[in-house]
């Protein structure tokens, strides 16, 4: 069976940053810890007046093209993941395909073209259907583009404004990849849920509490599902978990999970258990509520281990990184977590070829996702060639009067028209609604 996977990635972050604890927080008049500590964020990228979803995509797919030398031949199928999209009809990757036939020879002409849509998960799935398209023997010896890019933008005063950000990450699905395999074993759980929607209007409408407690059933349900169908994880089995990461405390919880369900620490348990008086599994008990009690007592339990403590320092912690500086992407957000693990492997000289990382997508709505992957041979070229750092430090440092005109330009409801922040620099550039991203 040939195995199929992400043979190369990309990421082009929004060039502005806006700095949480120094400048958000005392304009909201809150304690920057609640933002450094509580949600685990230091910054938001932002996108500049000329940024824009298509942009920021085409920019991360071009440079995938021309580190991997790849001409539009070499692609049969474009996605993008979205949920920022402004056009109903034509989908975002026929304006990134524009963009990338400015600047390559020849053009995307028979390649499938599309767009997925499922709030944040939508990257994962349109990495599943890229799988699908090369395991089914429709591709043609080709690869496929996927491009996960947002404008994570929440109306003003939002709770959930702390947890802004924008970028893209583009992700070249191929077989023999050079950077990870993905299972086909796949678990899900999925339910119609209204926390989070946008229904014809730009910003979210959220219950953000609520979403938080619906991330945490569907991913149990989705956990539960894997272990149905591949079975349980030794702990020593998997190097990383990432996860889909609005901000990073919503991955403190998820982890717990995770830790509960995928790897099946039994010393653990059997240590607390004798602290409850039974171990913490649902045949145990007689009711629901005593289940529920005796778990919550698990959990909270299991965090204040040294165990645990030293599985979240080296399993999930080093996914969170890059989502500090930068918050939610979104659709590309997971896709971000894994890059961030593979870079602080990187980073610590670790050879982590042929390790497993066990990914959790999640999308509001409701749907989360388990997969597993392996990673292959060249990982470390391929994230060798990344950019990040220069990217993340080369960004602007918004003032709060910045922030204020750059979040109205960004809003589809007002009509303001402003200097940009920053200079394009070899990039594409916003060519106005409905018009693909000029190259400047
Ligand atoms: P909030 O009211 O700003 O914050 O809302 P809070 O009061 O709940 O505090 C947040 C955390 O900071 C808490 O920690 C506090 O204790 C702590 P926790 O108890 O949860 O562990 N805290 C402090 N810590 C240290 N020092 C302090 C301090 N003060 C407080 N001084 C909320 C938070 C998540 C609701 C908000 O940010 C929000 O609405 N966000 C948007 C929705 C969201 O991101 N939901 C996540 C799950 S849904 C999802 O992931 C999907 C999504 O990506 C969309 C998609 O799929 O398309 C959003």
Redo the contacts with the bound molecule.
């Keep these: 069976m040939t195995a199929v996977g992400i043979d190369a990635v990309e990421i082009w972050t929004g060039n502005l940053k806006l700095d949480l604890p120094g400048v958000f927080a005392p304009e909201k008049g809150e ?1 920057p ?2 933002y450094t ?3 685990g964020l230091n910054a938001s990228s932002f996108p500049d007046s000329y940024e824009d979803i298509v942009t920021m995509g085409a920019n991360a797919a071009h440079r995938l093209m021309e580190r991997k030398r790849l001409e539009p031949d070499d692609i049969g199928r474009i996605d993008v993941a979205t ?1 920022s999209a402004f056009d109903n009809s034509k989908p975002v990757s026929t304006y990134i395909a524009g963009c990338l036939e400015s600047v390559f020879d020849g053009d995307f002409h028979h390649a499938n073209k599309g767009e997925r849509k499922f ?2 998960i939508a990257g994962t799935q349109s990495l599943d259907d890229a799988y699908n398209w090369i395991r089914a023997g429709r591709n043609r010896g080709r690869g496929a583009l996927v491009i996960a890019t947002d404008t994570a933008l929440y109306a003003r005063d939002d ?2 404004e ?2 802004q950000g924008a970028g893209a990450v583009a992700l070249y699905i191929t077989e023999d990849p050079d950077l990870v395999t993905l299972s086909t074993e796949q678990g899900y759980g999925s339910a119609d849920e209204t926390d ?1 929607l946008k229904p014809n209007q730009q910003f979210p409408s ?1 219950d ?2 609520r ?2 407690q ?2 945490l059933a569907r991913m149990r349900e989705a956990l539960v599902d894997y272990q149905s169908v591949a079975g349980e994880l030794h702990l020593d089995d998997v190097r990383f978990v990432p996860f ?1 990461t ?2 990073p ?2 991955v ?1 919880k998820a982890a717990m999970l995770a830790y509960r369900h995928i790897i099946r620490d039994t010393a653990v348990e059997d240590e607390l258990a004798e602290e409850i008086g039974r171990q913490p599994r649902s045949e145990a008990f007689e009711t629901d509520d005593e289940f529920r009690d005796a778990l919550r007592e698990y959990m909270d339990g299991l965090k204040e281990t040294d165990r645990y403590q030293e599985w979240y320092a080296e399993t999930i912690d080093p996914t969170l990184t890059i989502a500090r500086e930068v918050g ?1 992407w ?1 659709t590309g ?1 997971v896709h971000v977590a894994r890059i961030s693990a593979l870079k602080y492997a990187l980073e610590q000289g670790e050879d982590i070829a042929g390790q497993t990382l066990a990914v959790g997508s ?3 709505g409701a749907q989360a996702e388990i997969h597993t992957e392996v990673v292959q041979d060249g990982w470390k070229e391929e994230i060798e060639a990344l950019n990040l750092d220069e990217q993340l430090a080369d960004r602007y440092e918004l003032t709060w009067d910045d922030y204020e005109e750059i979040h109205d330009a960004h809003n589809h409801d007002m009509d303001v028209d402003i200097e940009s922040m920053t200079a394009p620099d070899g990039e594409f550039v916003f060519g106005g609604w409905g018009r693909m991203g000029e190259r400047e």
Excluded: I, Q, W
């Design positions: 304690d810890e609640k500590k509580g949600l949920e709030a944040c709770p959930g702390a947890t989070f959220v953000g509490k979403s938080v619906v991330y889909h609005p901000f405390g919503m403190r939610n979104y957000s999640y999308g509001s």
